[in-house]
């Protein structure tokens, strides 16, 4: 059998038992939260009648395994239950948060990937000279501010000196692109800014370790510019770690935003978890750990596809 | 002198060298070579590693690898003066009017790339041909150096192909420019003989078809002899002897090359096998983890002690894992192996202290072999100790015995194996293994990596071991030579089983089956015409059948 098939088959199985024990691991990790939901819906003062009705009303009086069975199944079919503090649906109040955090992390994806896979090959094409210093230096930098200390200073002088974009990230359906683009281009300049040096470093590390090779030496010898040599004959050897990282920093765009979302109070996934974190609202939380699981597991499988792919032995066995 | 194409006087060559706990300080690696080469005429460079051929192979291309700098005199290509041109002129030469060929083309070939777009590259860079005409070039080519299904050849990745076949792949690589010189470093040195006689050939062919002029790189006397016009023998940096082939092989004037000639020339006496044999393998087969496939069928061989039994074949043919079976690293699926009159355990962990002691191993890298942190001192204590528990001035002393024996002197016990040569780190090694008084030392490729003077200089010692100490040898090698010289029996290997065994008069006497002829015939022979010569044997040999 052609080993592809295979290895994909393998990766797919093994992210789906992964998936499976992290919901489990969510599940039982909200569990074990201190408080009753019942007694936190009815107040203190409600009946024991009237609590355990309300138990057997959100079936919290069925054994766990039951209800995790029961929870697991509706996930599946889309329905992520109702909000205990306010009642409504979460699918549907997740749908457009989600939608807002995805396109936040696309936007900050699409320039922070090519700029740092970018700037990774102009740090090893002048390999200890100045633009490499100064890279290494800029991007060192902004990786080692807080991410809110660099939030309010990207918004104290990109919008309350210069006013080029809006402090606060409103968006709302009615709204073009442009304008969508506009209003969450200083979140995505910090995020950029957060990721881009662990992409950059190790865009720059893989492929210098792939410069040691008698290949490249082959291809100078060819009469080849240094650029050119680096991008074609270093950077597809250098494919599978990079794209690592670079899977890794997208999982994080999307699901370690919180503290951006709050400092640009820009309505995504991040700020809706943690406000009902706040409320003990346990199928909220259950609902958003379970699509961030999702997520971070499908973008590292994504890479792991990707590198298997890029290695031509598995590609074209022999 | 019209005809001149490449000329280099009075070249110097300097690296920095970053010495541990040291200045940085200035070595010389090439001092006041000159050559001149001439239009479709190829050039030998010979000498021992360290002699700076392929640093002046690569200057040529005004090349220099690591912290090399091309510091003196001139190299002319065309008549331009290049030595310390500006990057773009060089990146205008590089792959148009000279091109190289590397020792290890499956290193040198990009992973991720197929062969034809790496092949073409150069010459579509320098814009020099049409994509077409290009691939049909190296086509052509592929069809001269005799590779399989020329037209598809190309559309294949290097990892599947062979390593002769991406030799010849490189080759091709570098004529397809049409270049004016071709830089060969080495392209046959990291095959298998019988692959090295193909290599060779189709090298030639191409020299010759399409009239480039090549500098053939390499420390084979022999090899060299096969391929060019003029010979230049280099040692540290410097020219020993310039002349034509025949004067060199024939009538060489200084000794060094006399020694180069000369070399290989131990006279041993075989010895008669003894009534008990001290190894004895028996119908041992074995693979690794979960393949399909034996990787040794059925082999059955004995050892006498006190002598030499020399395992040869290709790579792949098995010779190292008969040494990890019989060391324990690779219980044999199949068979036993009997050691000095009593069953040996398969697995090493079974094996009893006294069974692993009367049982060392010499590697083939000395270098990788020992701890770079530990001394000389404590490499050779450490059997010393474990074995035989000696400690302090006793432990001392029969170290300083042991560095006599391998003819190193006093100095030598404080020092670390970086201070060492490639020969002596390999000598350390053996009185490493000579320590635990063993009655076997398996021997693996132990002389490949050093030049054929060093080796030499390891077989006499081995040998002269051998009759003091009365210790036997598992000698595992592909070199036929270096079997003449010290074989009592020998096996020869192909694919996992013995294909020929006996006591060495009678192995390397005809008749032969067809797979020791060709390993015999393909050794490269110190004599003028001998590629030819053994090519129409083999002309006929099939044309006979």
């Known amino acids: ?318 | 002198m019209a005809d001149t194409l490449l000329e280099i006087k009075n070249l110097r060559i300097e690296a920095t060298v970053y010495a541990p706990g040291e200045k940085p300080r200035d070595v010389v690696i090439v001092d006041d070579v000159s050559l001149t080469l001439e239009r479709g005429k190829v050039m030998g460079l010979i000498g021992e590693s360290g002699a700076g051929k392929s640093t002046i192979g690569l200057s040529a291309l005004s090349y220099g690898r690591g912290g090399i700098r091309l510091s003196g005199g001139n190299i002319l290509l065309n008549g331009r003066e290049i030595r310390a041109a500006s990057a773009a002129t060089l990146r205008g030469l590089r792959g148009k009017e000279v091109t190289y060929v590397a020792q290890s083309a499956a290193a040198a070939f990009n992973p991720a790339k197929r062969l034809m777009e790496q092949v073409t590259e150069a010459t579509l860079h320098h814009g020099l041909m049409s994509k077409d005409e290009a691939e049909k070039r190296a086509v052509e080519l592929f069809r001269t150096l005799s590779l399989p299904d020329p037209e598809n050849f190309g559309k294949r990745y290097p990892h599947q192909v062979s390593g002769g076949q991406l030799q010849r792949a490189m080759t091709a690589m570098a004529l397809c420019p049409k270049p004016d010189l071709v830089i060969f470093d080495e392209p046959t040195t990291a095959l298998d003989v019988t692959t090295q006689i193909d290599v060779l050939a189709a090298i030639k062919t191409a020299i010759a078809e399409t009239g480039v002029a090549a500098l053939y790189i390499t420390h084979d006397l022999a090899v060299v002899a096969q391929v060019s016009d003029e010979i230049m023998v280099l040692r540290h940096g410097k020219m020993v002897e310039h002349g034509t082939v025949q004067q060199i092989i024939e009538a060489p004037r200084e000794e060094y090359t006399q020694a180069l000639i000369s070399v290989r020339s131990i006279d041993h006496q075989q010895k008669q096998p003894t009534p008990e044999p001290l190894l004895r393998v028996e119908g041992v087969s074995a693979r690794y983890g979960a393949m399909a496939k034996d990787v040794l069928s059925d082999v059955s061989v004995e050892l006498h002690p006190g002598q030499t039994l020399a395992l040869v074949g290709e790579s792949g043919s098995g010779k190292s894992t008969m040494a990890r079976v019989i060391t324990g690293l690779l219980p044999p699926r199949k068979g036993t192996i009997t050691f000095d009159g009593r069953p040996l355990p398969p697995a090493l962990k079974q094996r009893s202290r006294d069974e692993l002691r009367e049982l060392q191993m010499i590697y083939q890298m000395a270098d990788v072999a020992m701890n770079p942190r530990q001394t000389v001192a404590t490499i050779i204590g450490r059997p010393l100790e474990f074995y035989f528990g000696l400690r302090g001035r006793k432990r001392d002393e029969r170290v300083q015995e042991l560095l006599d024996a391998i003819e190193l002197g006093k100095g030598f016990a404080d020092r670390y194996p970086a201070e060492l040569s490639g020969g002596q780190k390999q000598r350390v090694c053996i009185a490493r293994a000579l320590a635990a008084k063993p009655k076997l030392i398996i021997c693996d490729e132990v002389t490949s990596a050093l030049d054929p003077l060093v080796a030499d200089g390891i077989l006499k010692l081995l040998l002269d071991l051998q009759s003091r100490e009365g210790v036997a040898y598992l000698f595992i090698t592909h070199d036929i030579a270096t079997v003449r010289a010290i074989a009592d029996s020998i096996a020869v290997m192909y694919r996992g089983q013995v294909q020929r065994y006996g006591p060495k008069d009678q192995v390397l006497a005809p008749p032969f089956d067809a797979y020791t002829d060709l390993l015999l015939s393909s050794v490269p022979e110190m004599e003028l015409g001998w590629l030819e010569k053994v090519l129409a044997h083999r002309r006929m040999t099939s044309a006979g059948n």
């Open chain 1, 1 to 318: 059998m052609h080993p592809i098939p295979k290895l994909v088959i393998q990766r797919l199985a093994l992210g789906l038992l992964l998936l499976f024990a992290a919901s489990v691991m969510i599940f039982v990790g909200t569990m074990i939260l201190p408080g009753d939901v019942a007694q936190a819906v009815l107040g203190q003062n409600a009946t024991p009648e009237a609590l355990a009705n309300m138990r057997a009303s959100l079936g919290l009086d069925q054994p766990a395994v039951t209800r995790y069975f029961t929870w697991l199944s509706s996930a599946l079919q889309g329905d992520l239950g109702t909000a205990l503090s306010n009642g409504r649906d979460i699918a549907s109040s997740i749908a457009g948060r989600l939608q807002n955090t995805l396109f936040l992390a696309a936007v900050a994806a699409c320039i922070s990937v090519p700029l740092a896979i970018f700037l990774g090959l102009l740090a090893v094409r002048y390999r200890d000279r100045w633009p490499d210093k100064l890279i290494s230096a800029i991007t060192l930098t902004s990786i080692s501010l807080p991410e809110f200390l660099l939030g309010y200073v990207i918004m104290y002088l990109f919008s309350v000196q210069w006013g080029l974009f809006p402090s606060v990230s409103n968006i709302n359906d009615g709204m073009s692109f442009l304008q969508k683009l506009n209003a969450v281009a200083l979140p995505a300049m910090v995020l950029t800014l957060v990721v881009l040096a662990h992409m950059m470093r190790m865009t720059r590390a893989a492929i210098l370790n792939v410069m040691q090779s008698a290949y490249i030496e082959t291809a100078e010898l060819k009469g080849l510019r240094r650029f050119t040599l680096i991008a074609r004959h270093a950077m597809p050897n250098a494919i599978a770690p990079i794209v690592n990282v670079v899977m890794i920093n997208l999982a994080y765009l999307v699901v370690g935003v919180v503290v951006i979302e709050v400092v640009f109070v820009y309505p995504g996934m991040g700020q809706y978890l943690v406000d009902h974190v706040a409320k003990r609202d346990v199928p909220v939380v259950q609902a958003c750990g379970l699509i961030f699981a999702t997520i971070y597991i499908g973008l590292n499988l994504l890479a792991d596809l990707i590198s298997i792919l890029s290695n031509p032995r598995l590609r074209h066995p022999k």
